[in-house]
């Protein structure tokens, strides 16, 4: 089993900067890939940023160039440094980390971000 922890999240005005951090614990040396999701009231969750373990990253087109994720390996937590916020970034987001030897996804709690404008 892998625990994930979310913080960082809070309430800024539009324009501002947030990061958030996933800290993981447990079995951790099962996880490959890592990421974070969002979900906007009334909206799918949607793949906003993900990092392999040796540090390749995706984005969604809608943050590329805002946000950047990252990972330190050793301390088993990534993180997500979002710039730019607009008020359309409003929503929950959650922390994932991939066990794919055993196809598991493992989800944290989730960390409100609200832009407001």
């Known amino acids: 089993q892998v625990q994930l922890v979310e913080s960082g999240g809070g309430l800024v005005q539009a324009g501002g900067s947030l990061r958030l951090s996933c800290a993981t614990s447990?079995?951790?040396?099962?996880?490959?890939?890592m990421g974070w999701y969002r979900q906007a009231p009334g909206k799918q969750r949607e793949l906003v940023a993900a990092?392999?373990?040796?540090?390749?990253?995706y984005y969604a087109d809608s943050v590329k160039g805002r946000f950047t994720i990252s990972r330190d390996n050793a301390k088993n937590t990534v993180y997500l440094q979002i710039n730019s916020l607009n008020p359309e970034d409003t929503a929950v987001y959650y922390c994932?980390?991939?066990?794919?030897?055993?196809?598991?996804?493992?989800w944290g709690q989730g960390t409100q971000v609200t832009v407001s404008s």
């Open positions: 447990g079995s951790t040396f099962s996880i490959n890939a």
């Open positions: 994932y980390a991939d066990a794919s030897f055993i196809a598991t996804k493992y």
């Open positions: 990092i392999s373990s040796d540090g390749i990253t």
